[in-house]
């Protein structure tokens, strides 16, 4: 059974702060489970559940994209949009040093370091969007358009379907 207190993380202080309306949606977080876990849990559709992806480009400068839980980012058309050779994940313990979350508690809000915010451009279509809170087992559910206010992030078309590899 999932914990009923809500997390205090940089990600919720950051949201405070902006005074950004959201609601809590705490889980029972699986190790490997992303976000079809999460939306499974949380009764909602995994293309509304928005993951935090920690990546670098080929200078090893570090980046964040927003992309749908359902869909992955091709790697090759955002190197290709933002004018560098190479873009790859993160492995979690640069992700980690990066955003200061535990990779699975990832959120885009409150990072330790600032980091450019690439969004997939169709996130703006939904009316709520489910994103990490900044703690395993924590999602936080904000207008999409409340994101875009506080992050500011570039919109990128770089998704691609999600074939399981």
Request: aromatic content about 4%; overall charge neutral; hydrophobic content about 35%.
């Amino acid at each position: 059974m999932a914990k009923d207190k809500t997390p205090v993380s940089p990600a919720v202080r950051m949201l405070r702060d902006h005074s950004v309306a959201f609601t809590d949606h705490l889980y029972d977080y699986e190790e490997r489970g992303g976000t079809a876990v999460s939306a499974r849990e949380l009764g909602v559709d995994e293309h509304a559940v928005v993951k935090t992806l920690v990546m670098e480009d080929d200078a090893r400068r570090p980046l964040v994209v927003l992309m749908h839980g359902d869909r992955k980012v091709s790697t090759k058309e955002l190197a290709r949009t933002i004018g560098v050779k190479t873009i790859q994940p993160c492995n979690p313990e640069t992700a980690n040093r990066h955003s200061g979350y535990m990779v699975g508690g990832t959120s885009p809000f409150g990072t330790r370091k600032p980091m450019p915010v690439y969004m997939e451009r169709t996130i703006l279509d939904l009316p709520v969007i489910y994103i990490n809170g900044g703690k395993r087992g924590y999602l936080v559910g904000i207008a999409p358009a409340e994101a875009v206010r506080v992050l500011k992030p570039v919109l990128v078309s770089v998704g691609i379907e999600d074939d399981g590899s």
